[in-house]
């Protein structure tokens, strides 16, 4: 995925006079209030406590509005599981 995002970035100028543009978001963790946070919170005995792994929406959001109106980045990593 790299090179891709890479090759994405190398390209951004012209993408953007086209109104096209393209990145990578990788994101590590469950997405609180999001489908597959609420069916892990339903189920605590099989899987534990999530707090630690649970990455709040308005971050990952602000994150994409960042990368798409500096586009500086063609690339973020959102890690909750690296802690």
């Known amino acids: 995925m790299k090179p891709h995002s890479r090759a994405i970035a190398g390209e951004r100028a012209g993408r953007r006079a086209r109104n096209r543009d393209g990145g990578t978001i ?3 963790g469950l ?13 605590p005995d ?7 792994a649970t990455l709040n929406p308005d971050d990952l959001a602000d994150t ?4 798409y109106t500096e586009g500086t980045e ?3 990593v959102i890690n909750a599981l690296a802690a």
Do not use: M
Request: avoid cysteine; hydrophobic fraction near 50%; aromatic fraction near 6%.
């Open 26 to 28: 990788t994101i590590g």
């Open 31 to 43: 997405i609180a209030r999001g489908d597959i946070h609420r069916a892990t919170q339903a189920n």
């Open 46 to 52: 099989l899987f534990g406590d999530i707090t630690a």
């Open 64 to 67: 994409v509005w960042r990368l």
């Open 74 to 76: 063609a690339e973020a």
